[in-house]
Nanobody
Framework: QVQLVESGGGSVQAGGSLRLSCAAS????????MGWFRQAPGKEREAVAS???????VYADSVKGRFTISQDNAKNTLYLQMNSLKPEDTAMYYC?????????????????????WGQGTQVTVSS
């Protein structure tokens, strides 16, 4: 079992920044690959950024150059630094984990392949 608790969401104006955190606990094997996902009202959940156990990272095209995923293994915490936020970034953001994965910029990250999910944190960007 894995427990994931997100924090750091809020309301900002376009161009602003936020840093999301995800405190993780539980089975380390099931946390070998972690990611951030988001879901806006009426839309499907989409992958934002993922990180593997060796530090490989992949990003959605829409956030490349603006968002950075990182993790502090000593604190068992996953982060998502979000800069230059846009109104279209408004969504509920979720942290998720799974066992080992292969990450590549040419392969899609599929939410259904992640086994454990946090409760989400809301990000609202106003124009």
């Amino acid at each position: 079992q894995v427990q994931l608790v997100e924090s750091g969401g809020g309301s900002v104006q376009a161009g602003g920044s936020l840093r999301l955190s995800c405190a993780a606990s539980g089975d380390p094997y099931s946390r070998r690959c972690m990611g951030w996902f988001r879901q806006a009202p009426g839309k499907e959940r989409e992958a934002v950024a993922s990180i593997g156990s060796r530090g490989t990272t992949v990003y959605a095209d829409s956030v490349k150059g603006r968002f950075t995923i990182s993790q502090d293994n000593a604190k068992n915490t996953l982060y998502l630094q979000m800069n230059s936020l846009k109104p279209e970034d408004t969504a509920m953001y979720y942290c998720a984990s799974r066992g080992p994965c292969y990450l590549s910029p040419t392969l899609p990250v599929i939410p259904s392949e992640y086994n454990y999910w946090g409760q989400g944190t809301q990000v609202t960007v106003s124009s």
